[in-house]
């Protein structure tokens, strides 16, 4: 089965910019639908952003459409989350999954990384 392992969190302030990072662990991503959740203190978990690694097609909520980007890196087993002009409603830990299905549904995925922590200060 596929671990990811994400990394790239961090503090930033508003209207900057941080790029998170998963990589696969275990298996390659090669058949899988890989997300990204957020999950804020008191706040249920909330889809962000998904990239189906065979097409590198996207899907994004519309609360970071047009300020977030996903892309893959084949080589490195590897997606990334470009996140620009954050704002501090953007503060949560970030989620990376990997699932077969695609979806914006988190029980659609069903390996989960460890979370990292994106902190925005205003």
């Known amino acids: 089965q596929v671990q990811p392992v994400e990394s790239g969190g961090g503090l930033v302030q508003a209207g900057g910019s941080l790029r998170l990072s998963c990589t696969a662990s275990?298996?390659?991503?090669?058949?899988?639908?890989v997300g990204w959740f957020r999950q804020a203190p008191g706040k249920e978990r909330e889809f962000v952003a998904a990239i189906r690694w065979s097409s590198s097609s996207t899907l994004y909520s519309d609360s970071v459409k047009g300020r977030f980007s996903m892309s893959r890196d084949n080589a490195k087993n590897t997606v990334y989350l470009q996140m620009n002009s954050l704002k501090s409603e953007d503060t949560a830990v970030y989620y990376c999954?990997?699932?077969?299905?695609?979806?914006?549904?988190?029980?659609?995925?069903?390996?989960w990384g460890q979370g990292t922590q994106v902190t925005v200060s205003s």
């Open positions: 999954a990997a699932g077969i299905r695609y979806s914006s549904s988190w029980a659609a995925y069903d390996y």
């Open positions: 275990g298996r390659t991503f090669n058949t899988y639908v």
